[in-house]
């Protein structure tokens, strides 16, 4: 199965993986009070985070930077998308909030970079 993005395979040329960062809920503290008696508040649900791990891969440097150049216009704008990943597991109203790559780009029988992503629920 094809992991997707907002319905576009961005990723599919290489390897990659998924990471839930944070599931549960968002509590400040522990506070202290004029008693130092220690207290917490409990804010709500956490943010999703899914951190995504790979490598791109095409057959020329200029279809490689073509891929880079479709995440980077997705990362710049502030939709939300479904992300799957290759198992089906489905992550509903993600937005990409990052995309970096590793310092350079291989050049073999294919080019590649390995890249992180970072995806984000906003509001939990």
Known sequence: MASTFGGVAYFNSGPHRFVVKRLGRLV???FA???????????????VAV???GRLTA?????????????????ETNQ????VDHHGRQWTTMR?????????????RVCSVRYRVDYLRFGG
């Not at 939300?80 to 992300?83: A, E, N, V």
């Not at 990409?96 to 073999?108: A, C, K, L, T, V």
């Open 51 to 53: 951190v995504q791990t």
């Open 59 to 75: 057959a020329t440097n200029a279809s490689l930077w073509s891929i880079i150049d479709s995440i980077q216009a997705k990362a």
């Open 28 to 30: 400040q503290g522990p």
């Open 96 to 108: 990409m909030i990052g995309f970096r790559m590793e310092d350079r780009i291989d050049r073999g």
């Open 33 to 47: 009070t004029a008693l130092d008696l220690p207290y917490s508040t409990d804010r709500g649900p956490a943010e």
């Open 80 to 83: 939300t998308g479904t992300l």
